[in-house]
């Protein structure tokens, strides 16, 4: 509902959405809706101070709009800060499409968001997220050219996605345990579609101990034969004695009744909005002792891949750019450790001061 308060006599209405926009420091909201195709989207800019945004499109049934828009101005901020402290050329945007992906989907619906990007002229690159998959951008690519990911460029960003999340990871360790190595460590991967899949298969040639879960029964059952991982039910997963909890479904998993339960040194995983409350839980898991891996930077894999198809460049220079990772997580870490300030506020002030110098270049 609007918050009310009255000037001069005359009753006010200030709009929340406005007031969620100002205080995360969104520059653009696009509200998306056609019933012919049964489209439900939202765009997210947040800042183009470093260049357009970008940010991949997630599809998800969402309990209401408010949580769709909560989802989308969260993860639209954390790409701005993304790209920032992984030194690209980009700002941070992002997109929700509100709806069952697995039963909604069709070309009109894509093809109809690909106008709506369109309208945008620039400002926003889309590509693929949680329950899009690089074919169904194949769709938006017919009404936009601002659109990457597609089958034959860079195409799925998952596998260099893992790839940072790993080398990431392998930072923690250097700092928790005084060896990069991850051989014999225990290690929790919440999450096996695309990226988790990936990460399953870094760890493995690395001969960590992997135990796995996932909603989607399938999956679980893929990986799990196909690297010796071990499954374990959902509801079990915070109860499992490891060193490393790797998530790597959808954000918030960690929160009041998780970190009480954790008994791991390390947070690292490739999921977006991991922290539930990022003003309590980052501090919560500082005060437990436990490395926590700042989603934005060590998932960074992925808009690596995106720019990559930007700028022309190859594969093979996102694979050795997202080695980077390593080193930005340590500092931060290391950081976080040395001044006890929570991970997550070291890596946002590392990438507002980016941010800040170039916005002083431009005025």
């Not at 988790?196 to 990986?223: N, P, T």
């Not at 039910?233 to 339960?261: E, W």
Request: aromatic letters at 6%.
């Amino acid at each position: 509902m609007p918050v009310k308060s009255m000037k001069n006599g005359i009753e006010l209405s200030e709009d929340p959405i406005i007031s969620q926009m100002s205080s995360m420091g969104h520059d653009q909201i696009l509200f998306c809706s056609d019933n012919d195709t049964g489209l439900k989207a939202i765009i997210a800019i947040h800042d183009t101070t470093l260049g357009p945004a970008l940010g991949g499109t997630r599809m998800w049934s969402y309990s209401n709009e408010l949580e769709a828009l909560h989802d989308v101005l969260r993860l639209s901020r954390s790409m701005t800060y993304k790209n920032a402290i992984s030194n690209l050329a980009l700002g941070g945007g992002k997109a929700v499409i509100i709806g069952d992906s697995k039963t909604m989907k069709s070309e009109a619906l894509f093809r109809r968001f690909g106008r709506f990007v369109d309208s945008l002229a620039g400002n926003y690159i889309t590509a693929e997220d949680v329950g899009i998959s690089p074919e169904d951008m194949v769709w938006v690519s017919k009404e936009t050219k601002h659109v990457v990911g597609l089958p034959g460029k860079s195409g799925d960003p998952s596998p260099v996605t893992a790839y940072g999340t790993y080398m990431g990871m392998k930072a923690c360790a250097k700092l928790r345990y005084g060896s990069d190595s991850l051989n014999g460590k225990k290690v929790v991967v919440q999450g096996v579609g695309h990226v988790g899949a990936y990460l399953v298969e870094y760890l493995s040639k690395e001969g960590a101990q992997i135990f796995i879960s996932d909603i989607h029964e399938e999956s679980v059952k893929h990986v799990s034969q196909k690297y010796k991982a071990i499954p374990i039910d959902p509801l079990d997963i915070y109860d499992v004695d490891m060193d490393i909890y790797a998530p790597c479904a959808l954000g918030g998993t960690i929160n009041d009744d998780t970190i009480a339960k954790l008994k791991c040194s390390i947070v690292a995983g490739a999921a977006n909005n991991q922290l539930r409350n990022e003003e309590i839980h980052g501090k919560a898991l500082l005060d437990k002792q436990i490395i926590y891996a700042p989603d934005f930077a060590v998932n960074a894999g992925g808009v690596i891949n995106c720019f990559s198809e930007v700028e022309g460049l190859t594969s093979a220079w996102a694979l050795e750019k997202a080695k980077d990772i390593y080193d930005t997580i340590f500092k931060i870490v290391k950081r976080s450790e040395e001044e006890q300030i929570p991970s997550h506020l070291i890596a946002m002030k590392m990438a507002e001061e980016k941010i800040n110098a170039a916005h002083k270049s431009l005025h």
